[in-house]
């Protein structure tokens, strides 16, 4: 009941009687109707407001321009240019030297280098020659084997070549799902690589199951006259989506989808 129904800080309530007609055995009053034609009347006259209105709007009615910030859709569809068909030491190789070829260039590098070959020495060496210019080679070569030390593969379960034990599969894939252009200019190129990496091992007695995760790789490629090279390397987490609610694959089915699915050579 509303608070006009009641008494004020008295706490009771009125009862709300209907009104008593003077004669309580006279007609009962009827509530007044419209009149049918004048409802008719009054729906055709606002019909043809509206449609008066409609037609005063031309074509050039101006709309709010776009915000400085949108972003074009050049920024996120596809090129359609087609991918290179060149190789070296297993990574593609041979892009364009244009904003498209060094976003191709830095997706491809991020799979490289982002692969199970990385923890075997030989594949990992091989990997950062066929990927860096020469003017960083040296650098980024002790830079990554630093990183992937006898310590780390033994606290992971890999031999000292980085396979797995017996009855067990060893994964590490990255994929791209975007390249960002941080700067292009003068044969130098920073770009932005946002990824989604699978890592662990499986089997039954696998203490570091298969997880997946989302980081960015950011790369400073150089033009070296023929193709795109790495000069650095870095990553942060993120962006990271919220998790889905698919269900777990199990250790077999991990193990076996690695093995069966193939890459591909990512163009932008």
Not at 143 to 150: E, Q, R, T, V
Not at 209 to 214: I, L, N
Not at 248 to 265: L, Y
Request: aromatic share 8%; net charge neutral.
């Amino acid at each position: 009941m509303s608070s006009e129904d009641q008494y004020g800080g008295t706490g009771q309530t009125r009862t709300r009687l209907p009104d008593s007609p003077a004669d309580p055995y006279g007609p009962t009053r009827r509530t007044p109707r419209t009149p049918r034609s004048l409802i008719t009347v009054v729906g055709v006259v606002v019909l043809l407001i509206a449609a008066i209105a409609f037609a005063n709007q031309g074509p050039d009615t101006p709309t709010s321009p776009p915000t400085d910030n949108a972003p074009s859709s050049s920024s996120t569809t596809p090129t359609g240019t087609t991918p290179v068909t060149g190789k070296n030491g297993g990574v593609a190789s041979g892009f364009a030297q244009d904003q498209q070829g060094a976003q191709s260039a830095a997706a491809n590098y991020a799979v490289a280098l982002g692969s199970d070959g990385m923890f075997n020495p030989a594949r990992r060496h091989a990997i950062v020659d066929a990927v860096a210019d020469e003017s960083s080679r040296t650098k980024l070569q002790a830079g990554f084997d630093a990183d992937y030390s006898a310590g780390l593969l033994s606290q992971i379960g890999l031999t000292k070549d980085g396979l797995a034990p017996a009855g067990a599969t060893f994964v590490n894939r990255t994929v791209p799902a975007g390249t960002k252009v941080k700067n292009f200019a003068g044969g130098a190129a920073s770009v932005d690589v946002w990824c989604i990496g699978m890592f662990g091992l499986t089997g039954e007695k696998s203490t570091r199951p298969v997880t997946s995760g989302w980081f960015t790789i950011s790369l400073t490629l150089k033009w070296n006259g023929s193709d795109w090279k790495v000069v650095e390397s870095s990553q942060k987490d993120g962006p990271t989506p919220v998790t889905g609610d698919n269900p777990v694959s199990t250790s077999d089915e991990i193990g076996s989808a690695v093995t069966e699915f193939g890459g591909f050579t990512y163009a932008r």
